[in-house]
């Protein structure tokens, strides 16, 4: 079955900027999306389509894709950015969808 | 207010059966392509499942683990998705997440998420 691999930990201090790859064979052809959660609550996208960003996320928030990775970039990380994140595609198929195994983000 | 709000969760023995439901509110229900996904305690977000509109022939997905025991379905009159759920087995327990990404008119993405369901599955 068609996987995404994440790393299971970042950690950064305030003000730096924080890197979490996403790595699929089927990426150079499909979309990555990727999702915060943060303790007890429910996902809320972040990033979509690669590059884009839904409205009301922050601009220092942006993500890019090369080949067989996706990257989440958060610029200038701030202490209420520490959750776990999650990036999600499809399978070469376009129709199964995978959640990555989750990056812990922490901010301190 | 655009919403999604699960019911259905319990507890349930090992080849019990259970069914959870969505309602959806403040978006266009009947256009949406709607899915179901879960977490187990502890771990990663896993996709389910996705039902696709009316409209696009209303398809049904599953993922691998739940293939052949869980069935998703809808009804639109009522703005309601449904799972259910048969043969469940211990590695079923999860809070359950109905959740949709659709295009507003502009193109931009809007993201809904319920607060999820809890399905313990224990004997």
């Known amino acids: 079955s068609y996987e995404l691999t994440q790393p299971p930990s970042v950690s950064v201090s305030p003000g730096q900027t924080a890197r979490i790859t996403c790595s699929g064979d089927?990426?150079?052809?499909?979309?990555a999306y990727w999702y915060q959660q943060k303790s007890g609550q429910a996902p809320v996208l972040v990033i979509y389509?690669?590059?884009r960003r839904p409205s009301g996320i922050p601009e220092r928030f942006s993500g890019s894709s090369s080949g067989a990775m996706a990257t989440l970039t958060i610029n200038g990380a701030q202490v209420e950015d520490e959750a776990d994140y999650y990036c999600c595609s499809t399978d070469s198929s376009g129709i199964q969808w995978v959640f990555g195994g989750g990056t812990k983000l922490t901010v301190l | 207010e655009v919403q999604l709000v699960e019911s259905g969760g319990g507890l349930v023995k090992p080849g019990g059966s259970l069914r959870l439901s969505c309602v959806g509110s403040g978006f266009s229900f009947t256009n949406a392509w709607m899915n179901w996904v879960r977490q187990a305690p502890g771990k990663g977000l896993e996709w389910v499942g996705r039902i696709k509109s009316k409209a696009d022939g209303e398809t049904r997905d599953n993922a691998a683990p739940v293939k052949g025991r869980f069935t998703i379905s809808r009804d639109d009159s009522k703005h309601t998705l449904f799972l259910q759920m048969n043969s469940l087995q211990t590695e079923d327990t999860a809070v359950y997440y109905c959740t949709t990404l659709m295009k507003d008119n502009a193109g931009d993405a809007v993201d809904i998420w319920g607060h999820g369901t809890m399905v313990i599955v224990s004997s």
């Open positions: 089927a990426l150079p052809k499909k979309y």
């Open positions: 389509e690669d590059t």
